[in-house]
Structures are given as C-alpha cells and as structure tokens.
C-alpha cells in the first residue's frame, strides 16, 4: 500500500494505515458470500507519528464522535464490487475525514443591522399589531 496524501504538507506513511477485507452485505447473488469486497481502513490518530501535537489534539476533539475505542478512526468501504476500487473509496475518504477535521473554521465578525433594516422591522411589527388590533374592535 502507498503512502497516503492528505494535505500538501501532511502524508501517511503505509505503516500507519491497516487495511483489511470482509464480506460486504447486500445483494449480490452468490458471489456476495465468496468475495470479500469491503475495505476496512484503520487509522489511529491517537499513536500517529506524522501528526503534529496540535493537530492530534485538534482532531481528537474534532473528530470524537467518529472515533473508536483508543482514538483510531475506522473508515468502512463497500460500495463498489471490485476490492480494488472499495479501498481506493476508503483511503479517499479517510483523507477527506482528516482534512476536514484540520481545517480550522473562520471566526464569524458579529455585524450590526442596518438602519433601513431596523425600520422596516420595526414598521412591518407596527402594521401586523394594527390588523390584529383592527380584528378585536371588529369582534367585540
């Protein structure tokens, strides 16, 4: 297996990923119960040598819910029915799963509504309180 690209600056070596195979589920007719298919590709971001301290840390935060057990990432793979194309998926996705969880997202600016924003607000609450003011004279 090859090292994996995650980032320009970030590669997996093949040492750091365990891949394995089992019998994927679903229709298939007999060749479902002879072939196993399904790629399952393990990556422990907890033990990784090639991750930095911050960015285990960023993503052992970022990505708990998606982490198993001592910190390793399990990306299962069954999509196509070739094995080849199933860990192609999986290392894809791996790499998109860890990209995502290094991006930082952008600190949001508070902004102010406008004026003109502000009136008509304002104005569109004035005249919905007059209709209902309006429906309870009409009544009574």
Request: charged fraction near 35%; proline fraction near 4%.
């Amino acid at each position: 297996m090859d090292a994996l690209r995650v980032t320009s600056r970030l590669t997996l070596p093949p040492q750091e990923l365990e891949l394995t195979f089992a019998r994927s589920g679903g229709p298939g007719g007999q060749n479902v119960n002879k072939v196993a298919s399904k790629a399952v590709l393990r990556f422990s971001v907890r033990d990784s040598q090639s991750l930095s301290a911050g960015q285990r840390q960023l993503l052992l935060q970022r990505l708990g819910s998606k982490l198993v057990g001592d910190g390793e990432l399990v990306i299962h793979a069954s999509v196509h029915r070739e094995q080849a194309r199933n860990v192609e998926d999986a290392r894809e996705r791996l790499a998109q799963t860890l990209r995502d969880g290094l991006t930082v997202p952008k600190k949001r600016k508070r902004t102010r509504p406008t004026r003109g924003s502000q009136k008509r607000r304002l104005e569109s609450k004035r005249q919905r309180g007059q209709i209902k003011k309006d429906r309870r004279q009409n009544h009574e």
